[in-house]
T-cell receptor, first 115, second 114 residues
Framework: QQQVKQSPQSLIVQKGGISIINCAYE??????FPWYQQFPGKGPALLIA?????SEKKEGRFTISFNKSAKQFSLHIMDSQPGDSATYFC??????????????FGQGTILTVHP | NAGVTQTPKFRVLKTGQSMTLLCAQD?????MYWYRQDPGMGLRLIHY???????AKGEVPDGYNVSRLKKQNFLLGLESAAPSQTSVYFC?????????????FGSGTRLTVV
């Protein structure tokens, strides 16, 4: 029930295209859903996050769509650029209390944006 | 402002050897975590700490031990390394405040056990 399933494993898009990465979760107690971006040789960095009381959050070219009833959320990257080429992880957390903010991560998606 | 610093960055161990990975943060964060990253498996939580002197097991704790004697440092130990522990290890910290659960990650330690 702690799993977060992410798809696809890899994604290739052309410059200017839309990249879409999907995640599904099982535990309805999750209340915080971040996305992390990781470049080769670096640690993951927080990209954008959403809570289940909203269905969408946008920051620049990055948008999270959240479907609470389906227990799914997705990352959309508009006007994808070669500099967006990285590994993306979705994650989920039950936030505070005795969960202590522990994040459960998806398996990761390797995004390649061709010029 | 260094954030989260991990040492060493690379290490090769022989089976049965021991080592300690060091994580240091300068953000006064309460919570600290150790994850391992393996291809196709995302990041899996090994151990975590919610304050100085406290530690707890995560999803994959077997073969590892941790200590947090000082708030800014979180050590991960391998007592007897095994090839299955070949991985990239990431330390992360978070403020531990309700509503602020964003992690800051270190740059990782790539460990190979032969």
């Amino acid at each position: 029930q702690q799993q977060v399933k992410q798809s696809p494993q890899s994604l290739i898009v052309q410059k200017g295209g839309i990249s879409i990465i999907n995640c599904a979760y099982e535990n309805t107690a999750f209340d915080y859903f971040p996305w992390y971006q990781q470049f080769p040789g670096k640690g993951p960095a927080l990209l954008i996050a959403i809570r289940p009381d909203v269905s969408e959050k946008k920051e620049g070219r990055f948008t999270i769509s959240f479907n609470k009833s389906a227990k799914q959320f997705s990352l959309h990257i508009m006007d994808s650029q070669p500099g967006d080429s990285a590994t993306y992880f979705c994650a989920a957390s039950m936030g505070g209390g005795t969960s202590y903010g522990k994040l459960t991560f998806g398996q990761g998606t390797i995004l390649t944006v061709h010029p | 402002n260094a954030g989260v610093t991990q040492t060493p960055k690379f290490r090769v161990l022989k089976t049965g050897q021991s080592m300690t990975l060091l994580c240091a943060q300068d953000m006064n964060h309460e919570y600290m975590y150790w994850y391992r990253q393996d291809p196709g498996m995302g990041l899996r939580l090994i151990h975590y700490s919610v304050g100085e002197g406290t530690t707890a097991k995560g999803e994959v704790p077997d073969g590892y031990n941790v200590s947090r004697l000082k708030k800014q440092n979180f050590l991960l130990g391998l007592e007897s390394a095994a090839p299955s522990q070949t991985s990239v290890y990431f330390c992360a910290s978070s403020p531990g405040l309700r509503g602020n659960y964003g992690y800051t990650f270190g740059s990782g330690t790539r460990l190979t056990v032969v």
